[in-house]
C-alpha cells in the first residue's frame, strides 16, 4: 500500500522560501516519476513540478525559475525547494506519483503573505 506523507510547510512573507519534504513508501520509489501538486483556495488541484526516476525535471510555468524538484533515492523522499515565494503560491501541497496516481496524503499547508 502506497503512503505519501508530507512535511514542511509553514506561513511565510513573500518573497521567502520553504522546502517541502515528501516521505514514500509501499514503492519501489527508485523507479518512479514524482510529482507536487498543489491546491489552491477554490481551484482544482494542479502538478507543480515532478521529476522522473532518471531525474529530469519539468514545471508549471507558473513556478519555472523559482521552485526545484529533487529527490534521495536513498531515504525514498522527494523534495520541493520554494523560492522567492508569492501570494499565489498559498495552497496545500501533496506528492504523488503522475502516472500511477495513488491515495492522497494529508498534504501540507504553504501559506505566503504579502
Known amino acids: 500500500q502506497v503512503q505519501l506523507v508530507e512535511s514542511g510547510g509553514g506561513l511565510v512573507q513573500a518573497g521567502g522560501s520553504l522546502r517541502l519534504s515528501c516521505a514514500a513508501s509501499g514503492i519501489i520509489f527508485s523507479l518512479r516519476t514524482m510529482g507536487w501538486y498543489r491546491q489552491a483556495p477554490g481551484k482544482q488541484r494542479e502538478l507543480v513540478a515532478q521529476?522522473?526516476?532518471?531525474?529530469?525535471?519539468n514545471y508549471a510555468d507558473s513556478v519555472e525559475g523559482r521552485f526545484t524538484i529533487s529527490r534521495d533515492n536513498t531515504k525514498n523522499t522527494v523534495y520541493l525547494q520554494m523560492n522567492s515565494l508569492k501570494p499565489e503560491d498559498t495552497g496545500v501541497y501533496y506528492c504523488n506519483l503522475p502516472y500511477h496516481i495513488s491515495s492522497w496524503g494529508q498534504g501540507t499547508q504553504v501559506t505566503v503573505t504579502s
Open positions: 521529476i522522473t526516476s532518471g531525474g529530469s525535471t
